[in-house]
């Protein structure tokens, strides 16, 4: 990610990680019986969980981030699934 700030080109291939790895999230709320349009913002805030949950990793090297990490998108997750039962 660092190197992204100051080389144009790994920042596309970086962005494109990223949409590639909200993608694949958004496939599987799909698959867990969510409609498109909620699957694809849910899918914006579960990766911003684990991006910011892994760069506090990364700096940190402090392994409770990533059982952090998993508590709070299982609980986002379930907090939407109460908020949009129908």
Wanted: aromatic share 6%; no cysteine; glycine share 4%.
């Amino acid at each position: 990610m660092e190197l992204a700030l100051s080389e144009p080109e790994i920042a596309g291939l970086y962005a494109a990680a990223l949409d590639e790895a909200r993608q694949i999230m958004a496939e599987v709320l799909e698959r867990s019986g969510l409609n498109h349009e909620d699957a694809e913002r849910l899918s914006s805030l579960e990766l911003t969980i684990f991006e910011g949950k892994l760069l506090l990793f990364r700096i940190s090297s402090d392994a409770a981030h990533l059982e952090t990490m998993e508590r709070e998108m299982i609980q986002v997750y379930e907090q939407w699934e109460a908020q949009h039962a129908h």
